[in-house]
């Protein structure tokens, strides 16, 4: 027999930057700042991220695009991927991620791939990747998991036999 069964998000939305903490708004500029290094000749969408490992450590990231599509990387995994390259062991607290140049009101969030790979950290480091998702002069979206943006995930357990 079937049901139906609901799924969740809980987040909180910031009505600006200045309602966060002066630490998180700082790693909210840094990513700012992150999206003019982006490589986006193809799309002209720019994205910046910056994290803030446990010791205090902040690494940026932007996208960098390629003509050979889907060759490019996106800004979270970038920073994602360059933390953990030298400190393999590091703990990410939380990653800022911004578009400076965003169509609408609202702030963008991580595309699947980059979901998936915040949630394998999670998993990685054994404790919660809390995300703000900002827009310049605009509101900021904070989750205090990676896993709320991608519920029913994929993980090593399904590789186990």
């Known amino acids: 027999m079937s049901s139906t069964r609901k799924v969740t998000t809980v987040y909180m939305h910031h009505a600006a930057w200045s309602a966060l903490p002066k630490e998180d708004q700082e790693l909210l500029k840094l990513a700012q700042r992150a999206a003019g290094n982006a490589y986006a000749r193809y799309s002209r969408f720019k994205v910046g991220a910056a994290l803030r490992l446990e010791s205090g450590e902040i690494i940026p990231g932007s996208n960098q695009e390629n003509a050979s599509f889907p060759a490019g990387i996106c800004a979270e995994r970038a920073a994602l991927h360059a933390a953990m390259s030298v400190l ?73 036999r």
């Open 88 to 160: 393999p062991k590091g703990v990410v607290e939380c990653m800022a991620i911004v578009v400076p140049q965003v169509k609408g009101r609202e702030p963008v969030t991580p595309c699947g791939i980059c979901r998936q790979a915040l949630l394998e950290q999670e998993h990685r480091q054994g404790s919660p990747l809390r995300l703000l998702m900002g827009i310049v002069r605009g509101p900021v979206l904070e989750t205090f998991s990676a896993e709320s943006l991608l519920p029913l995930s994929f993980d090593s357990s399904f590789l186990k």
